[in-house]
């Protein structure tokens, strides 16, 4: 009989303490409101200060490495999400190389070679007395100073890269007398330059040399020019009868004006 009544006493309990509970953010809590008021949501303030030690980035901020070869359960086991065997299942060779046929021997290498490419070639312009004689003519050369390769490219007589080849052609209009230094010289040219008192020098220039006598303003010190460097350019240079600089019976008589000797400080510039 007792036990039944405080029963049915803590049921009643139970109901009265249900309709005035308040749901809060850290947990439950009673509060003194009337049983037909809706319950009230609140959300705690923190306890703890915020510490460096539980700042976190956003989730899917960062995404995890992927993680290769630790076994069937992973997924990416074994071969490592690649397949059985071909081409994109290699490493280093997703993205084959220009020339490249799948395997077979490439069209590049199915041909034989023949010759080779001379890496010490030059390819000398030519330029004729006819040219010359027009271009004293019409002021663009000055036929009272030695006329060098930098003259003969800053009046656009001819356009070249490794050198200027001297020919004969239209000698007999050849009328003044010049001291003109090239590259090569035929034999024809330097005999009507010479009849008319004039002189023809042939200086070796390399692609260095070459670079600071046509572009001497990208040079804050002029490099010292570069013997010829085979035996067979040093014949070439030290012949007299092909009037080559090195010959000894010109350097008496005649040192170019476009062959660097020594290294030359470049603080004033020629005029363009």
């Known amino acids: 009989m007792l036990r039944s009544t405080a029963q049915s006493a803590m049921a009643q309990l139970q109901r009265q303490f249900s309709r005035q ?32 030690n539980e700042l976190r980035d956003n989730r899917g901020a960062r995404k995890l490495k992927k993680r290769l070869g630790r076994g069937h359960g992973s997924g990416l086991g074994k071969t490592c999400g690649r397949g059985h065997k071909g081409q994109n299942s290699r490493a280093g060779n997703g993205k084959p ?7 077979q021997t490439p069209l590049t290498q ?28 019409t002021g663009r050369l000055d036929a009272s100073k030695p006329i060098t390769l ?3 490219y800053r009046s656009n007589l001819v356009r070249f890269t490794d050198g200027v080849s001297l020919l004969a052609r239209g000698s007999q209009v050849l009328s003044t007398p010049v001291t003109i230094e090239v590259s090569r010289a035929s034999s024809a040219a330097v005999k009507r330059v010479e009849e008319l ?17 046509l572009h001497p303003d990208k040079f804050a010190v002029l490099p010292k020019s570069a013997m010829p460097m085979t035996a ?33 400080d470049n603080k004033i510039l020629p005029a363009a």
Request: proline letters at 7%; glycine letters at 8%.
């Open 150 to 152: 930098r003259d003969i």
């Open 21 to 52: 509970l308040t749901v809060s953010g850290s947990g439950s809590r009673f509060v003194s409101t009337s049983a037909a008021a809706e319950p009230v949501f609140r959300v705690s303030r923190p306890t703890q200060a915020l510490t460096l």
């Open 232 to 264: 067979k350019l040093r014949r070439v240079y030290e012949d007299p009868e092909r009037r080559g600089f090195l010959a000894p019976e010109i350097r008496k008589e005649y040192t170019p004006v476009s062959f660097n000797f020594e290294r030359v």
């Open 197 to 213: 008192g004039g002189r023809v020098v042939c200086v070796y220039h390399n692609r260095l040399a070459m670079r600071a006598l």
């Open 97 to 103: 190389g220009p020339g490249f046929e799948g395997g």
């Open 110 to 137: 199915v041909f034989p070679k023949r010759g080779f490419k001379n890496a010490l070639r030059r390819e000398l312009q030519p330029l004729n007395l006819d040219r010359i004689q027009h271009f004293i003519n």
